[in-house]
């Protein structure tokens, strides 16, 4: 077993754009998925 | 001003130089001119890397800054944030946080769940429109400001699945435990094993889900390791007709781990099936709960399952701990135990449905708020992977919301489905005992149009504004109220999680906790 190295208050790959009418930010990378029947919650 | 939300690793620019200017230190883009002026006790923090993340933020989005993961940023010409009219949003609102001895006033969104700390000078200064265009700019990105001018944020993050990729598949009803939390009712003496229409019509409804490029087939029951052969006969199934579907396929179980045999084993290895456990912590915990039809204790049996997987090099993904009654109060036991053991796990309350109705063992207000507030301050210590720890974290700390059971709206019907063995579909393996939540039967209709029928779509969009309670409360944004909890409960998925309050206190211990580790340092204690 090994801990994965995750710092989860950054987020990695945040895209953004900025211009005078809009601002985007957009999470560039996939996501995993977790839910509750499973004792794991593996991404990033 | 401070806030874990949005932020990056940001490191200096080799685009950017530094002029000396009467005193000051002047930071210049020498490809776009952008430029900043710094004091030299702003410089002195810059040139140390000592700069927090909204001071490096104000240099990022000036294009003085990069940040290490994405050089993905695009500034318009058009841009001129001196130029922007920022006011307070109505959206917008607020309470004041403790944190040892130092108080904060907290801007939140309800609706995003971003949020940020800021002084009580700061905040006196907000109230009277007194900040920099820089801060304003930095609430206005969060969603915890407007601009008069009508400037646009989209923030373009990941939006719930339409159609599943995971299903669960109920390859039996039965169980040679009988445990006493069973959701699901399961136990020895009863059940049922799927027949191979059902199999097949699962197979060939799965396969053919639009849009789905991964599609996850999780063998649970029941306690699926009773039903070796059939699950076997599933995957073989599977493997037979993948070829003719455009679908990437993985399989899982979840397991007890109480009957580790040799053809369990040899499936695993077979098919790279990857194996989750159900363990409530060490002997006096698990044997509490974890019990057989004669009320006998199964730990010792689930350590010699566990050790004969790993004997035969199978990894096992981690572990559900059931918190109730007969663990709540240990959480450093737990954390102790599941390092000592090797196994990543993820404590979750008991679900009042099923045999927990009888048996009441689920946490009380207040208890599992605590027990993991106490495992989140051994997390540096302890080298475990508790997941709940990431999925609350996460929550409170960024815009994602990738745990399907903690978003609005929830993974029911959307990324996951599941499967008994008489071919009823639930839109969430929770439901599985609860006749009234059937979505229809795969012998006579695909799941992908069970999916548009009114109920289910009514569920499909359940969100906080369809729960009265949810609707009112500031952590919305970063919280759900679990369907099935909700029904085992109040019996009404239209109401808030059971957990509520504890929750409540989880968003506020993870702000305080952020903020003590980030802004006024570890030499504070919480009062």
Known sequence: MKKMAIKNDIVKNLKTKLSNKKIKISFGNKIGLGYDGCGTHTHK | ?527
């Open chain 2, 1 to 527: 001003m401070r806030s874990p939300w949005l932020s990056r690793e940001y490191e200096k620019s080799t685009d950017v130089v530094v002029n000396e200017v009467d005193g000051n230190y002047e930071l210049k883009n020498i490809n776009t001119n952008a430029s900043l002026l710094l004091s030299k006790v702003e410089y002195d923090k810059y040139e140390n890397n000592l700069f927090n993340e909204i001071e490096w933020e104000k240099l990022y989005l000036k294009g003085l800054a990069v940040d290490k993961n994405c050089d993905d940023l695009i500034i318009d010409s058009s841009f001129d944030v001196s130029n922007k009219k920022f006011i307070k949003s109505k959206n917008v609102e607020n309470f004041s946080l403790k944190v040892g001895k130092h108080k904060f006033q907290i801007l939140i969104n309800p609706e995003l769940g971003s949020w940020m700390a800021l002084t009580e000078e700061e905040y006196g200064k907000y109230k009277k429109d007194d900040l920099t265009q820089e801060e304003w700019l930095s609430l206005f990105i969060r969603g915890l400001a407007d601009d008069e001018e009508h400037t646009e944020v989209d923030f373009d993050f990941p939006v719930p699945a339409d159609y599943p990729s995971v299903i669960v598949v109920n390859i039996t009803t039965g169980c040679n435990l009988r445990c006493k939390y069973c959701f699901a009712d399961c136990g020895p003496f009863k059940g049922e094993n799927m027949t191979e229409d059902v199999m097949d019509a699962t197979i060939d409804s799965m396969l053919s889900m639009p849009q789905v490029k991964v599609i996850t087939f999780e063998f649970q029951g029941g306690e699926a390791s009773t039903n070796v052969s059939g699950m076997r006969k599933f995957i073989e199934k599977v493997e037979s007709v993948k070829a003719n579907y455009d679908k990437l396929v993985k399989y899982r179980t979840e397991i007890n781990c109480v009957l580790v045999t040799d053809e369990l084993i040899k499936l695993v290895k077979d098919f790279n099936v990857s194996v989750g456990v159900s363990l409530d912590g060490p002997k006096e915990m698990t044997d509490q709960t974890r019990v057989d039809i004669n009320g006998q204790g199964a730990f010792d049996r689930i350590e010699k399952g566990i050790k004969k997987l790993r004997d035969n090099g199978i990894y096992i993904d981690g572990a559900v701990c059931t918190i109730g009654q007969h663990n709540v109060r240990y959480p450093r036991q737990l954390m102790e135990y599941f390092d000592q053991i090797g196994m990543n796990f993820k404590p979750r309350p008991v679900n009042i449905l099923g045999r927990e109705k009888e048996n009441h063992l689920t946490t009380r207000p207040g208890e599992w708020a605590e027990c993991f507030k106490e495992m989140h301050k051994m997390k540096d210590e302890i080298d475990v992977e508790n997941f709940s720890i990431h999925i609350f974290e996460e929550n409170v700390y960024t815009p994602i919301r990738d745990y399907i059971c903690l978003r609005y709206p929830c993974g029911a019907a959307r990324e996951l489905v599941s499967v008994n063995p008489n071919g009823d579909v639930f839109p969430c393996d929770g439901f599985k005992g609860e006749k009234q939540f059937v979505m229809g039967n795969v012998l006579n209709e695909r799941i992908e149009d069970m999916l548009k029928k009114p109920k289910i779509i009514e569920l499909r969009n359940r969100t906080a504004k369809t729960i009265d309670k949810c609707s009112k409360c500031i952590f919305r944004g970063m919280c759900c109220s679990c369907c099935y909890s909700a029904y085992g409960k109040f019996g009404d998925i239209y109401r808030e999680d059971p957990h509520c309050a504890d929750r409540k206190q989880m968003y506020i211990y993870l702000m305080q906790a952020w903020i003590e580790e980030n802004v006024i340092g570890k030499e504070d204690t919480y009062e």
